[in-house]
């Protein structure tokens, strides 16, 4: 893949939550980063997430709950992302999201899971380091 | 207040003063160039009578109870009674958040405050396919009457007041606690309580909407209107700044959209033929206790002015009653932090400070572990004793709106009122709040506050301790309460139930009529409620709702 292209980032609001205060202000910093970012807005299925990723052809998906459905909600979008043969697509996840369901979420394929208080610096670099990896 | 020429020559000595400083900030600098509040107004290094020259204490400040309201909604304030201590709790199923309830009354606390789940916040019944994974995590499950009366189960309803965290289908679980009440002998003329019955902010923060907004306005005004005969001491509304705060908003602009929406139920009330002085006295507020806490205080007397010479020159509203904004405040969920989350209880103490120091009517204080999980007991009973401790042992009780005539509070309430004030002119202009939300000025003008408050903090403008400063190396927090994922079965085992065991010909002949009232014009209490008693379930209700109404898209901010 040519490196010329920007960054193509869907930012996605899974289940119905609607806190969507971290979701915007990192959408906001990712475009400021230099990246393209496709914000899918509240309520949204793992099916129509990962049908957007793929007709959107992104490079990275970043999940935000905050309603403590990450457990039900992330492995699913990872199945049907799986599915769609998306292999090299970064997962990143946010939210309120306990130090001990980590484990299992990155198990299930997710890169990586930040926490309240994470700096948007942190998302930008950690996003442009593990883009394309694969 | 003060001789005009007394104020220039004041001014004139201060002016001196100021110079003989600036000489000596060389050597001694301040600690930053700039001071300013969250909402950006500049903080001066000094303040005095000169900076509220035109400030006149009837037409402005007044006694408490008294119109304009600024120091207070009732004369006596809390040497009469304190506030109403009211910690929002609810969450797994209907026995569990019971058990929690009756903890909280036996600590002391004064009023209920239910906090349901999403499925139910949205009218999806739990057994619902986006019901998966969100079933009795942030709130009570409830899809039936049923799992209302255990809920309430052993707690006497003329007893106690219930605020209900509930909007899109704020009408349904209104009529379930009627319901209850009447399973216990209470009529609905002695129930006291609040249904949050806010849609706009739902539309611009919050995010649990339904129904498009000409429908969820009517919805809104009919239970205005039923409540004003049969449920009379019930707060219809709670309009509600919090969540717009928590969104990303300033102070200023949380009152400026809080009193916009509340100006939009007055309007649509108007249009559905209700006097401004039969709805205005039930509707009541909830505000946002934030970090920067003399612009809170100020912001708490500035929205009570506002409000009320809205209602008189706006409305003609005649009713002392309709003028007073009551408020209730929970403290700033988005400040606490993970990170060292015992300093949570500290930043909770000064926040609730603020808003009894800016005369609330109840309070939430949050838990110090709410960054990271749902309360604990532990958790919850400290954030409860916090309040205690103000009530009881500070002292700031004793007399009403002690922060009278600082020169900075005045002036901090007349710069909020203002400002405030030329937003609800901009949105005015743009149409009112429905209008603006639907343009998309509201959500953008919060978004930007939020990534202004994010990129201050990153530069380390503003310091959060914990995070940008003072930070330690911690072990993951332990002993956090989890909900157990098997709640959506026994949910969706107790639907089964009850749609088994009630009476199917009756509910889908209350079904058909509440659609025909829907298609109509008719109030929709009556036949939400006779639907409720059938035990017709809240999707099976929304659901029939969704069929006339249609569902709300949201517009895209981004």
Known sequence: M????????LAAKPGLDGHDRGIKVICHALRDAGMEVIYTGLRQTPEQIAATAVQEDVDVIALSVLSGAHDYLFPRIMELVKGKGLKDVLVIGGGVIPEEDIPALKAAGISEIFGPGTYTSDIVQYIQENVRKT | MFD???????????????????????????????????????????????????????????????????????PTMYRGRFWTMRQYAGFADAEESNRRYKYLLDQGQTGLSVAFDLPTQIGYDSDHPLAQGEVGKVGVAIDSLLDMETLF?????????????????????????????????????????????????????????????????????????????????????S????HIREAGSTAVQEVAFTLANGLAYVEAAQKAGLDVDVIGPRLSFFFNAHLDFFEEIAKYRAARRLWARLMKERFGSKDPRTMTLRFHTQTAGCSLTAQQPKNNIVRVAFQALSAVLGGTQSLHTNSMDEALALPTEEAVQVALRTQQ??????????TVDPLAGSFYIEHLTTTIEEKAMDYLRKIDELGGAAAAIEKGFIQREIQESAFRYQKAIEAGDRVVVGINKFQIKEPPPSGLLKVDPAIREQQIQKIRKIKQTRDNTRVLSCLDSLKK??????????????????????????????????????????
Do not use: H
């Open chain 1, 2 to 9: 040519s490196n010329e292209r920007k960054i193509r980032v």
């Open chain 2, 4 to 74: 005009p020429e007394k104020i220039k020559d004041l001014k004139k000595q201060q002016s001196a003063w100021e110079e003989k400083i600036e000489s000596k900030l060389s050597k001694a600098p301040e600690r930053q160039k700039i001071f300013k509040t969250i909402s950006e107004i500049p903080i001066q290094r000094v303040y005095s009578p000169g900076d509220i020259p035109n400030l006149d204490y009837d037409r402005d400040l007044a006694f408490p109870g008294e119109f304009p309201f600024t120091r207070g909604v009732q």
């Open chain 2, 153 to 237: 189960d052993g707690i006497p309803l003329d007893k106690v007041s219930t605020s209900m965290t509930i909007n899109a289908p704020a009408a349904v679980l209104l009529a379930m606690y009627i319901g209850v009440a009447e399973k216990q002998g209470v009529s609905s003329k002695d129930l006291n309580g609040t249904i949050q019955n806010d849609i706009l902010k739902e539309y611009s923060s919050r995010g649990t909407y339904i129904f498009p907004p000409q429908p969820s306005l009517r919805i809104i005004t009919n239970i205005f209107g039923y409540c004003s005969k049969e449920v009379p001491k019930w707060n219809t509304i």
């Open chain 2, 239 to 242: 309009i509600s700044g919090y």
């Open chain 2, 389 to 398: 401790l103000i009530a009881y042992e500070t002292g700031v009780t004793d």
């Open chain 2, 517 to 558: 009232t829907a298609e109509g014009s008719d109030n929709l209490m009556p036949p939400i409620l006779e639907a409720v008693r059938a035990y017709a379930t809240l999707g099976e209700i929304c659901d029939t709702l969704r069929s006339v109404f249609g569902e709300y898209t949201a517009v895209s901010t981004l």
